[in-house]
């Protein structure tokens, strides 16, 4: 089946601790994204990537890093999470000629 | 740059009447448009797209959507509401940005259909 699967789907956290969300996808998508859902605020784009190695910040970038090692894998990171970044997060993939993204189901994070 | 624009945050509808959600876009080129539904506790599903093939898109569940350039608007509608349409719903704009390719959502329309 054709999905994009985000881990872990619940996480709690303390400020500061370094966390990783990782998305993996079984399309052979080029394109893929983040992002982040807020209330009254609709989804909100943090990074996106073309290819593997070819990276670019979204709109709310600040706070998170990812990479593009594998062309399946676009692994979200938070160095040092801070309360502000509790939020829903969805990973997404594409391809050039279909303009729509797959989304996975989500990762709800609360950092404390 | 593109843009979205969801007119109404909250729309409240009787079973069995016509849903009417408003979107709004702004783009610098030919869009592609889409209606995401998110319902409570769930991740996003695509209800419909439209690509610059027929303007009066189908999409699932009974929904539809007609795009109107002239009005640069893109509303969903169904004839009859159903209990289970409760959600909320996601105008997106997609177009190349920087190279790549990137959606921008609405801030989202709630729908409650009450008995």
């Known amino acids: 089946e054709a999905q994009v699967t985000q881990n872990p789907r619940y996480l709690i956290t303390v400020t500061g601790k370094k966390l990783t969300v990782t998305c993996s996808q079984n399309?052979?998508?080029?394109?893929m994204s983040w992002y982040r859902q807020d209330p009254g605020l609709g989804l909100r784009q943090i990074y996106y990537?073309?290819?593997?190695?070819?990276?670019d910040k979204g709109d709310v970038p600040e706070g998170y890093k990812v990479s593009r090692k594998e062309k399946r894998n676009f692994p979200l990171i938070l160095e040092s999470p801070s309360p502000n970044q509790t939020s829903l997060y969805f990973c997404?993939?594409?391809?050039?000629?279909?303009?729509?993204?797959?989304f996975g189901s989500g990762t709800r994070l609360t950092v404390v | 740059a593109q843009s979205v624009t969801q007119l109404d945050s909250h729309v409240s509808v009787s079973e069995g009447t016509p849903v009417l959600l408003r979107c709004n876009y702004s783009?610098?080129?030919?869009?592609?448009l889409f209606w995401y539904v998110q319902h409570p506790n769930k991740g996003l599903q695509l209800l419909l797209k439209?690509?610059?093939?027929?303007?009066l898109v189908k999409g699932i569940n009974g929904f539809e959507a007609e795009f109107k350039k002239s009005e640069t608007s893109f509303h969903l509608t169904k004839p009859s509401a159903h209990m289970s349409d409760a959600a909320e719903y996601f105008c997106?704009?997609?177009?190349?940005?920087?190279?790549?390719?990137?959606?921008?959502f609405g801030t989202g329309t709630q729908l409650k259909v009450e008995l």
């Open positions: 399309m052979n998508h080029e394109y």
């Open positions: 439209y690509t610059s093939a027929a303007t």
């Open positions: 997404a993939s594409s391809t050039p000629g279909e303009r729509g993204y797959t």
């Open positions: 990537s073309m290819n593997v190695e070819v990276t």
């Open positions: 997106v704009v997609s177009g190349l940005v920087g190279g790549g390719n990137k959606l921008t």
């Open positions: 783009s610098s080129y030919s869009p592609s």
